[in-house]
């Protein structure tokens, strides 16, 4: 249901875009977590659920991000250009984590890398040993895979197939879709040859993850090297809005939603762009304008106010609790 691009190969910035396509809204906000957030991997919106050994760390960066239910994190961007993606995956099965496996629940599963984390390497040093645990909202269960980039271009994959993670790291991954898993989706790369794309090359249309994925991966091939970030930022987010589900798509026969919001990543610069499919408007957070200190508080911000347009730091709330 959703569709993630990564453009790593410019001079200007690494810009990454994704897309969320859900049955209903997900209730997104966009949160700023300080660094000093002290977290329990066990606790879901401040309920117990049944993890042996969940994992408790303090956040060591701050980060902006987009919530989910109120239970956790789907996407967000780091004060060190560390960004990450939680996107659906159908065939995700999480496992078991062992005893002595530390583990977090599904809302928490981005969240953790943001927060400890600065680069893409670190991250994959510290999801290849933690366990994830699914959490069910509104009769959806947390099967998810994530992408993550950061400032230097590098890139992972990573996702639970079996009950066991597969790790994809490095550059080159830079175009995922909700399903099938991703060593799939290279598959579909080795059968149509994108890098040299031209008007005449048939293109897949239609809405379903494996067509949205190819025609991601064409689009992206055709990107113009940037005059300035502006340019950058704009590519990205064209070819996500290209890759987006309309309104009225076919539901029922392919399982896919209509397009909720987009986000754009610019991990080089440290800004966070969002744009609801309901409103005209994008949104933007620089994380320079942020108080990430230890001590200060959580704010969050509803990005349906049709009011908000531009860069909206200063237009945040502050909570005496944190949201999740």
């Known amino acids: 249901m959703c569709t993630r691009v990564l453009w790593n190969s410019n001079s200007v910035a690494v810009v990454a875009g994704r897309s969320m396509d859900w049955p209903t809204t997900t209730e997104p906000r966009l949160v700023v977590w ?26 060591s960066y701050g980060s902006v991000v987009t ?3 109120g239970v956790g994190s789907i996407d967000g961007l780091n004060e060190r250009g560390l960004a990450a993606h939680a996107l659906y995956l159908g065939a995700c099965d999480f496992g078991t984590p062992g005893p002595d496996t530390a583990a977090v629940h599904g809302g928490y599963w981005l969240q953790a890398p943001l927060d ?8 994959v040093e510290l999801l290849q040993g933690l366990g994830v645990v699914p959490v069910e909202i509104h009769g959806h269960r ?73 025609r991601a991966a064409y689009y992206r091939a055709l990107l113009p090297e940037p005059k300035n970030v502006r340019e950058a930022v704009s590519g990205v987010l064209a070819i ?54 230890p001590g200060a ?16 730091s200063a237009q945040f709330e502050s909570l005496d609790q944190p949201p999740y």
């Open 34 to 59: 300080p660094r000093g957030v002290s977290r329990d991997g066990g606790l879901v919106a401040g309920k117990r659920i049944d993890i042996p050994n969940p994992l408790m760390w303090t956040s």
């Open 142 to 214: 947390s099967n998810l895979h994530l992408a993550l980039e950061d400032s230097s271009g590098d890139s992972a994959i990573v996702e639970f197939v079996d009950g066991h993670v597969t790790i994809h790291h490095g550059r080159e991954h830079v175009v995922m879709t909700n399903d099938p898993p991703y060593v799939e989706q290279l598959e579909l790369l080795a059968a149509q040859d994108f890098s040299k794309p031209d008007r005449d090359m048939p293109l897949p249309g239609n809405v379903n993850a494996r067509d949205r994925f190819q």
């Open 116 to 123: 400890l984390c600065a680069t893409v390497a670190e991250a």
């Open 297 to 312: 508080p959580v704010r969050v911000l509803d990005p349906d106010d049709l009011n908000l347009s531009g860069e909206v």
């Open 240 to 293: 996500v809005r290209n890759c987006s589900v309309p309104f009225g798509a076919p539901y029922g026969e392919f399982g896919v939603y209509n397009t909720e919001y987009r986000t754009v990543a610019d991990v080089t610069h440290g800004r966070y762009f969002l744009e609801l499919t309901t409103s005209p408007n994008v949104l933007w957070v620089d994380v320079a304008n942020l108080d990430l200190s």
């Open 67 to 69: 919530s989910i239910y």
